[in-house]
């Protein structure tokens, strides 16, 4: 499902991405803040310091060996994690449900420029990386798939210019 991109005040924009996962909350909490799981789904990032005013940290991968450290926003175990994605923000959610939780990704994007659409497309595949690794299935990033939903991302962006 395509993340709902809506304008927001005093932030910019807000896309919303809603994951209803058949996993505990402390489960996909592990995988979204433990590195041996991380890495499996976003290679880029590295958790240095998980508390608030603590730091993640993106590898390029570009050969450099360059790093941009981001800060920790907000954090609450098991619940929220909000941390800067450059002039951005990113911040997980999670809900507990009967079935298992849900997960809620939201970006909060100040400006929509054109690497808007390569973002939000990357988002989307990696929680589709996400949840198959819950599933204890491991999948290499799906350029194709990328592709796919990059268009679609690139559409509706647009709208949002118009």
């Excluded at 005093?10 to 919303?16: E, F, L, N, S, T």
């Excluded at 050969?63 to 175990?77: H, N, P, R, Y």
């Excluded at 999948?139 to 118009?162: C, G, R, T």
């Amino acid at each position: 499902m395509l993340a709902v991109i809506e304008k927001a005040e005093d932030v910019g924009y807000i896309a919303r991405y809603d994951r209803p996962l058949k996993h505990s909350v402390e489960k996909v909490w592990a995988a979204l803040t433990q590195n041996d799981k991380l890495a499996k789904w976003m290679s880029n990032l590295q958790v240095e310091d998980l508390q608030k005013g603590g730091t993640i940290k993106f590898d390029m991968q570009d050969g450099s060996g360059t790093f941009m450290v981001m800060e920790i926003l907000d954090f609450k175990e098991n619940s929220v994690l909000e941390f800067e994605w450059g002039n951005d923000r990113v911040r997980f959610e999670l809900y507990p449900t009967p079935d298992g939780c849900l997960l809620v990704l939201k970006e909060f994007i100040n400006t929509l420029t054109d690497h808007t659409s390569k973002d939000l497309a990357g988002w989307h595949v990696c929680l589709d990386i996400f949840s198959a690794l819950l599933e204890g299935h491991y999948m290499e990033f799906p350029k194709e798939d990328w592709e796919k939903w990059h268009d679609q991302y690139i559409a509706s962006v647009k709208q949002l210019q118009e």
